[in-house]
């Protein structure tokens, strides 16, 4: 990009090319950077295999959804147009192209952690390691398991192609019949129930764990199903299949609809072939004409297929291997008033910081709820609730008490729509009213909402989040909990209730700003603020921290702000399509991207409102949403003020403040080419996830930061 220092361009003058990272092609540098923690050689082995598989479920995600919107466009001729300009065909292959260097990148991590986990006792398709007892318990666990649970199937004109499911992974065999010569092809389909990797028990192989994956099992004893044959040549495979549920806005029944779309999209249009390198040709040759293959992305590989199914491997009982263990701590303001949420939060507000402080707060905030015979009425929105949840238990049994229970179950939670069904019917079957909310938008929002009868009349209590109410995610993604009894906030809270079970669009908010009727609005509000001062000659100064940013209007409007001299530094986990420091137009922008062991999931903004950051003046807000289209134009988001002193403190002092400062865990996103370089260590190394972890409770106890029992972070020159 030709541009220079001395002038200052209207976004309006350059291609969308040069202003904006294309979204997928941001979003697969995300995932090499998870990728990249799996050579990371300061982490344990079991662990740097667990961002390898992560990297795999990412990557067949991406493929089911993005992948296959942009496929179905190209077949349907739509001529949409990417941020950065591109056409639906040019983004597919510039992803092919990307995809074939990530895939190549795996089986290279994959290739560097065999031999050092094989030197700890671990063995990952370790036929290499299999002497004649192993062989025995590997032959008869193929006779005793395998065998009874698979089908070969004959490919001909007589049995049509057998349905490959998605996610599903097959073996094809080149037969030749012994007394006659001739030819038979034969798939044989892994069952979904079977594991994918079968472990030979540590009493066959003297203690060390043996692992190969059940495809190569399955054509290791492939003899021993097609008796009267020789295997002329085999091979295995895995397929992936549009997975995306499109809603009809027509759709009278959403709980039917969705029933009906689950079923559609177990059978989607093949995405993507992954088939070994070694594959018969004659085989390969019938498996690519039954499939349909048009546009898939088609794959071959020396290495293993499908390398999520690593995750069971990093199940093994290996602590040594693995982080160490780490136990959040529970709210030590909850504790001081005896285990009662609602004295704690009507004393002041409290923020928790997950996963370092215990999820197990917000489930008390609820289970006292339900138990409590002055609480009156819950409500609660529910996007993701994992397959064990007590917070659907709490809610029941708060019906089963006797409460008004209104809960908003979002069916269009992708992947979770299943569960979410049935979760709906349980809490129907309990006495809870359950609302499905917008058909044409998600409800997003993380918010709970109890009234309770107090002397002197209603008290209302919210929590609102960052994360979803889900037990297994609280417990690896960072993210904020933010309880208050402000009324102001209780009061627009039943506004957005409304809004979402009855459609009454509020009029007006008090404190809380919500998407997609004037979220937008209000950060547009914050950032002109801080224009206006950096044209006053006031210190301007913004920080965000979120997990995508990828929205034109607010990219321009962070372009406008930077052109006008406010500094801004955006914490961005995944999608970017900000172009960070360009001359002219982004010079006061940075961007950085934190991966370590805990996800970076929490949303916060900052704005210094005419002080330095970070300043006891600073506007700060906690959110549901991230900057993309979708958050902004079409889910039910909140944006929450953080105006309590203490909470205020905790969230931008530290909680921000130490993203910002991460040096260990951190990349910086260059503006110019688009690629992600590890933060250089300044001397001075600091590791946001280790100081969280190892520091008393920031949130519990707001006087912790007072006393110095939680060391004071300060922003080094240059950081910001």
């Known amino acids: ?71 179905g466009q190209v077949r349907t001729k739509v001529a949409n147009l990417s941020i950065d300009g591109k056409t639906p065909t040019q983004q597919v292959a510039a992803i092919n192209t990307k995809l074939r260097e990530l895939e190549i990148l795996q089986q290279d991590a994959l290739a560097e952690l065999r031999p050092l986990l094989a030197a700890q006792g671990i063995h990952i398709k370790g036929e290499d390691r299999l002497d004649e007892a192993a062989e025995d ?95 002329k040549g085999d091979g295995v495979f895995r397929v992936l299949r549009d997975s995306d549920i499109e809603v009809e806005e027509e759709a009278e029944d959403l709980v039917r609809f969705f029933r009906s779309a689950i079923q559609r999209r177990r059978r989607g249009q093949v995405i993507g072939l992954e088939i070994d390198d070694s594959f018969d040709p004659e085989a390969e040759e019938l498996l690519r004409d039954k499939l349909d293959l048009q546009q898939a992305f088609v794959s071959k590989t020396t290495g293993m297929l499908g390398v999520v199914g690593l995750d069971c491997v990093v199940r093994e009982d290996r602590p040594d291997l693995k982080f160490t263990p780490y136990s959040p701590r529970y709210p030590e303001r909850i504790m001081e008033h005896d285990g009662d ?51 659907i238990n709490a809610l029941c049994a708060a019906a089963e008490a006797g409460k008004s229970v209104t809960a908003v179950v979002e069916l269009k939670a992708r992947f979770d729509e299943e569960q979410n069904l049935k979760w709906a019917s349980e809490l129907e079957r309990a006495g809870v009213q359950v609302i499905y909310g917008f058909v044409d938008w998600k409800t997003h929002a993380k918010i709970s909402m109890v009234v309770r009868e107090e002397e002197g009349g209603y008290r209302t209590y919210c929590h609102f989040g960052t994360g979803n109410y889900h037990p297994v995610t609280t417990k690896i993604y960072t993210d904020l909990s933010f309880f208050t009894a402000d009324p102001a906030l209780g009061r627009d809270a039943a506004k957005l209730f409304n809004f979402i079970t009855g459609y009454v669009e509020p009029k007006q908010m008090e404190k809380l700003a919500i ?53 801004i530094v955006l914490i961005v986990r995944g999608i970017c399509c900000l172009r ?35 300043s006891d003046k600073a506007r700060v807000f906690i959110s549901s949403a991230d900057i993309m289209d979708r958050n902004l134009n079409r889910r039910v988001e909140t944006l929450v003020p953080i105006t309590n002193v203490t909470v205020h403190d905790q969230v931008l002092d530290q909680v921000l403040l130490a993203n910002l400062l991460d040096t260990q865990q951190s990349w910086l996103l260059d503006g110019e080419t688009g690629e992600y370089e590890r933060v250089e260590d300044d001397g001075e190394p600091f590791n946001c996830h280790d100081y969280f972890m190892t520091n008393p409770s920031l949130s519990g106890r707001g006087g912790a930061l007072k006393d110095s029992r939680v060391p004071k972070l300060t922003l080094r020159k240059g950081a910001a």
């Open 137 to 231: 318990w590997l032959r008869q666990y193929f006779l005793d398991h395998i065998v009874p649970v698979i089908t070969p199937q004959a490919i001909d004109p007589g049995h049509p192609f057998p349905f490959v499911a998605n996610q599903g992974i097959g073996a094809l065999f080149n037969l030749v019949r012994d007394d006659d010569g001739s030819q038979l092809v034969e798939m044989v389909l892994v069952p979904s129930m079977l594991p994918r990797f079968i472990r030979v028990p540590g009493e066959v192989t003297g203690n060390e764990a043996i692992y190969v994956a059940v495809e190569r099992l399955i054509c290791r004893y492939a003899e021993l199903l097609f008796p009267g044959f020789t295997i």
């Open 580 to 614: 960070p420091g360009v001359p002219g137009l982004s010079d006061n922008i940075s961007v950085k991207s934190i991966i370590g062991r805990f996800l970076e999931h929490s949303r916060i903004f900052a704005f210094g409102n005419g002080e330095p950051l970070p």
């Open 1 to 71: 990009m030709d541009v220079t220092t001395s002038q200052t361009f209207d976004p309006e003058e350059l291609s969308p090319e040069e202003l904006y990272f294309n979204r997928e092609l941001s979003w697969l540098s995300f995932n090499e950077r998870v990728l990249a923690e799996a050579r990371n050689t300061a982490y344990p082995l079991l662990e740097r295999l667990r961002f390898l598989s992560i990297s795999g479920s990412n990557l067949d995600e991406f493929m089911m959804i993005r992948v296959a919107g942009l496929i």
């Open 341 to 391: 949420c609602f004295a704690a939060i009507r004393e002041k507000d409290i923020v928790i910081h997950h996963p370092y402080e215990s999820f197990e707060v917000v489930v008390d905030f609820l289970r006292q709820a339900a138990n409590d015979p002055a609480v009156v009425s819950i409500k609660q929105a529910l996007y993701r609730a994992g397959q064990q949840s007590p917070v």
């Open 515 to 567: 998407s997609p009727l004037n979220l937008r609005e209000k950060l547009y509000e914050a950032i002109d603020a801080e224009i206006e001062h950096a044209r006053a000659g006031r210190p301007a100064t913004i920080w965000a921290k979120m997990n995508q940013i990828s929205e034109k209007g607010m990219i321009d409007r962070f372009y406008k702000a930077s052109q006008a001299g406010v500094q």
